[in-house]
């Protein structure tokens, strides 16, 4: 199994925040990242976060990194429709060249 | 426009057949790298390459093989030794081995066993 953790689904009312948590490994990561999945596509790298710092804000969304729980969370403000899909949380691996490793995902829907 | 194109976006296996899977990036990665998915979960890594002809297995390398002979392709070779190929394939690029390493994925191939 993954060793980044992430909780499997969300469902949120449009207009609301979402949160979603990821739990990572390697406190030597330097930048931590965000993915987004639509049905049937790719991923889409939505920010990311350097580790000396616990905060970073884009739009609606916000990262925060708590790096002594190895705690990350991606804030998204006044979710909308399309903002159902699956997000991916994701840290290098120092040990094996920066590989990344993928948590399993978590699945947000968004109800009108 | 600059991206990595994978081909096809839907693909079928026979019994016993090998079937490979397209690659191509223009962004001027030196890294290329395979992801399997399957239902409801996570990314697993397949293969990977930090530089041309030269690759490593990965997490589930077993009943896959990869190139590298061009900076621009890493196509995948889903063998008849893999059992269970029914999985959507993602590949991704970065610049390397470097500390921010963002990867940037195509759209996907589907694999299906008839």
């Known amino acids: 199994g993954e060793d980044v953790e992430q909780s499997l689904f969300l469902s949120v009312r449009e207009g609301d925040s979402s949160v979603i948590n990821c739990t990572y490994t390697?406190?030597?990561?330097?930048?931590l990242y965000w993915y987004k999945q639509e049905p049937g596509a790719g991923l889409q790298l939505l920010t990311y976060?350097?580790?000396?710092?616990d905060m970073k804000q884009d739009q609606r969304l916000t990262v925060l990194l708590n790096k002594k729980d190895k705690h990350l969370s991606l804030r998204i403000a006044d979710t909308q429709t399309g903002d159902s899909a699956i997000y991916f949380c994701?840290?290098?691996?120092?040990?094996?060249?920066?590989?990344?490793?993928f948590g399993g995902g978590t699945r947000v829907l968004v109800k009108p | 426009d600059g991206g990595i194109t994978q081909s096809p976006k839907y693909l079928f296996r026979k019994e016993g057949q090998n079937v490979t899977l397209s690659c191509e990036q223009n962004?001027?990665?030196?890294?290329m790298y395979w992801y399997r998915q399957d239902p409801g979960q996570g990314l697993r890594l397949i293969y990977y390459?930090?530089?041309?002809?030269?690759?490593q297995k990965g997490d589930i390398a077993e009943g896959y093989s990869v190139s590298r002979e061009k900076k621009e392709s890493f196509p995948l070779t889903v063998t008849s030794a893999q059992k269970n190929p029914t999985a959507f394939y993602l590949c991704?690029?970065?610049?390397?081995?470097?500390?921010?390493?963002?990867?940037?994925f195509g759209a996907g191939t589907r694999l299906s066993v008839l």
């Open positions: 390697d406190s030597s990561s330097t930048y």
């Open positions: 991704a690029s970065s610049w390397g081995d470097l500390a921010k390493n963002i990867q940037y």
């Open positions: 976060i350097f580790s000396n710092m």
């Open positions: 962004l001027n990665h030196d890294a």
């Open positions: 390459s930090q530089i041309v002809n030269d690759f």
């Open positions: 994701a840290e290098p691996i120092k040990a094996a060249g920066n590989k990344l490793t």
